[in-house]
Nanobody
Framework: QVQLVYSGGGLVQPGGSLRLSCAAS????????MAWFRQAPGKQRELVAT???????VYTDSVKGRFTISRDNAKNTVYLEMNSLKPEDTAVYYC????????WGQGTQVTVSS
């Protein structure tokens, strides 16, 4: 069973930045598309950004120009750099492969508040 280990969440003021990391315990990481999702309280989990094995990134409209997804295949890790954070970005953030292949894990909490 693939384990997803998260780091980098926390409390930040509006306009601030955070960098999330998600490390996957799989030998096939470099072959799969990876994605970041988020789930705000009382809302469904939503797709935030994806990155193909070749590094092509796609973003949901609400984060375009503010978030950057990247990956390090040597470290089996996907990152999400988040800038100009807004209170509406508050959520638990998760990563997974696309199509969904791994157990979600606990995610990492991001809270944007003054």
């Amino acid at each position: 069973q693939v384990q997803l280990v998260y780091s980098g969440g926390g409390l930040v003021q509006p306009g601030g930045s955070l960098r999330l990391s998600c490390a996957a315990s799989t030998t096939t990481f470099n072959t799969v598309t990876m994605a970041w999702f988020r789930q705000a309280p009382g809302k469904q989990r939503e797709l935030v950004a994806t990155i193909t094995s070749g590094g092509i990134a796609v973003y949901t409209d609400s984060v375009k120009g503010r978030f950057t997804i990247s990956r390090d295949n040597a470290k089996n890790t996907v990152y999400l750099e988040m800038n100009s954070l807004k209170p509406e970005d508050t959520a638990v953030y998760y990563c997974n492969a696309l199509p969904i292949s791994f157990t979600w894990g606990q995610g990492t909490q991001v809270t944007v508040s003054s």
